[in-house]
Nanobody, 116 residues
């Protein structure tokens, strides 16, 4: 079992920025294959935002490309999501997702609220 610790959510006005962080809470014995972010807007289904592969390649949803940047810290256990030019439609609960040793794990979610 892998626990993920998320931080960095909050409230911001449109056009502002937030940085989310997700860290694997305990010692791991295999490389993490993929770290990524999803979000669930109010009343909607969870959707893919971005991910980063262990080798460094990244993928983004069209709705956030150019505004959000996902990074993997050198410790290979922490990913960050820098969110710029935030819009009210970015309001959602943001979840970290990790593929580790063949299984997917989810963080507890962190609320991001963007006001107009």
């Amino acid at each position: 079992q892998v626990q993920l610790i998320e931080s960095g959510g909050g409230s911001v006005q449109a056009g502002g920025s937030l940085n989310l962080s997700c860290e694997v809470a305990e010692r791991i014995f295999h490389p993490i294959s993929i770290m990524g972010w999803y979000r669930q807007p109010p009343g909607k289904e969870r959707e893919f935002i971005a991910n980063i592969i262990s080798a460094g390649s990244t993928n983004y949803a069209a709705s956030v490309k150019g505004r959000f940047t996902i990074s993997l810290l050198i410790n290979k256990r922490t990913t960050t999501l820098q969110m710029n030019s935030l819009k009210p439609e970015d309001t959602a609960v943001y979840y970290c997702n990790v593929l580790y040793n063949g299984d997917y794990y989810w963080g507890q979610g962190t609320q991001v609220t963007v006001s107009s």
